[in-house]
């Protein structure tokens, strides 16, 4: 058999979400999170569920901590819940939440662990909702005093921060789709949000530095390979547009080229923004958000390929079609196409040269169930996971300096506005039990990591 061998310094890890596993949500004074409020919504979630229970992890966490080393897992990406640490969003510190994340990191770290904190994935405050949320600049200030106060706390012990989890969903699925919390259909209101979340960060970024001495930090991004479904000028513009929707968007301020000025028009021509352009942009803003980060994280999970709408009034809304036959899809209806993986790092490589990548998440959901012997045999997510993580090598091979890669997920989870319907874990959850138990991925995952190499057939 033949494998494809990895570096030694490489970070193999697996990611979860505070709203997605935690539960326990009204406990240790805990307050309420945009989550709580949408999840409880009739209609929102596809199956009626909520993240109140989830994977009882924070009273099981010492358990889940246990079950990584036990398959040899030595980085762990996890959130942490700013309701936890700040009820009401800002002003009164809520020490019972902090110290949950203390012990988590004493856990992890006792097991020979490297704790990865993300300070946003997605659960704020509602109470600061109730204010306007990220289309407020003021959210954008209560971060950074969370963020300072977090990583005062924890900066001793975590030395990888990462700011945001994918600021597209946070301001595309929540504030213009709907998708996600706080649910609102306003393109105008997810422009102003995209442009807090990533003031944010670039706020946030100099201050967990002082207090995290010698921490990295960074941000993760959700990025789309996009590509036209045709040679026609129509659909590479659509490709273009898309790509400006998801990509640069996000990766050219980030990466100190300011909003990408043919999107800036588009959201004009659209109506999605006035004439006049972006005007949450204050002087300074952009020199802010293009702090140098120490790595930037991926999240990746399909590809898009586009074809111009035939209505001449929504040229700026192309539509995505599949070309991939069913079979080649995941459980949540997304294409398998781990070469666009490679593509992508090289990429953002090549255009945008971050110091350093990580891919902070890549996984599939497939819901295969425990058989008559208890065991759960996934082989179309080791079919998934090997060819990503080949896909990812090659992209080494080209130059791009990947430093480590985290699955999604660790446990089976609340997968948002679909509820516990979709399964992404390497681990399965029995939600009436709490049980867990290892899927055939995970054990495949352990020799992976043990053998520091992916076997290529
Ligand atoms: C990503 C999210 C993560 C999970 C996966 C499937 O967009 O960051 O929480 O839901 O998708």
Excluded at 122 to 146: K, M, N
């Amino acid at each position: 058999m033949s494998t494809l061998r990895f570096p030694n310094e490489f970070a193999w890890g697996v990611a979860t979400s505070s709203y997605q596993i935690e539960g326990a949500a009204t406990e240790d004074g805990r307050g309420e999170s945009i989550w709580d409020r949408f999840s409880k919504t009739a209609g929102k979630v596809e199956d009626g569920t909520n993240g109140d229970v989830a994977c009882d992890h924070y009273h099981r966490f010492r358990e889940d901590v246990a079950l990584m080393k036990s398959l040899g897992i030595k980085h762990y990406r996890f959130s942490i819940a700013w309701p936890r640490i700040f009820p009401t969003g800002r002003g009164r510190l809520n020490q019972p939440g902090l110290d949950f994340y203390g012990r988590l990191v004493d856990a992890l770290l006792e097991a020979g662990i490297e704790p990865f904190a993300t300070l946003y994935h997605w659960d704020l405050p509602q109470v600061l909702q109730d204010e306007g949320g990220w289309t407020r600049r003021s959210t954008a200030e209560a971060f950074v005093e969370y963020s300072r106060v977090v990583a005062r706390s924890l900066g001793d012990r975590v030395k990888k921060w990462i700011t945001h989890n994918e600021p597209w969903c946070t301001s595309m699925l929540g504030y213009m789709e709907g998708r996600h919390a706080p649910g609102l259909k306003d393109y105008r209101a997810a422009l102003a949000a995209s442009h807090h979340v990533l003031l944010s960060h670039g706020l946030a970024v100099p201050v967990i530095r002082s207090e995290s001495p010698g921490a990295e930090v960074g941000i993760t991004l959700n990025l789309v390979p996009a590509e036209p479904a045709s040679p026609s000028a129509a659909d590479h513009d659509a490709t273009r547009h898309f790509d400006g929707f998801f990509n640069r968007w996000f990766l050219d301020p980030v990466f100190g080229r300011h909003y990408p000025a043919d999107m800036v028009a588009d959201y004009i021509a659209a109506g999605h923004l006035p004439p006049e352009g972006l005007t949450v942009v204050q002087p300074g803003d952009l020199q802010t958000i293009a702090v140098k980060c120490d790595f930037l994280g991926i999240n990746y999970y399909n590809r898009a390929v586009l074809r111009s709408t035939a209505v001449p009034e929504a040229r700026n809304e192309p539509r995505k079609v599949f070309v991939a036959p069913e079979k080649d899809w995941t459980e949540m209806g997304w294409e398998v196409y781990p070469d666009g993986l490679r593509e992508l790092l090289l990429r953002v490589h090549l255009e945008y040269r971050p110091r350093k990548l990580y891919v902070t998440e890549n996984g599939a959901s497939y819901s295969t169930p425990p058989g008559a012997d208890g065991r759960v045999k996934d082989e179309k997510r080791i079919a998934f996971l090997r060819d990503h993580f080949i896909a990812a090598r090659r992209a080494m091979e080209g130059g791009v300096p990947l430093a480590g890669y985290f699955v999604w997920s660790l446990l089976d989870n609340f997968e948002w506005d679909r509820g516990y319907s979709q399964r992404f874990g390497i681990v399965w959850v029995d939600y009436a039990s709490q049980q867990r138990i290892p899927k055939d991925s995970a054990l495949w995952y352990r020799s992976v990591i043990s053998e520091n190499a992916v076997p290529t057939v």
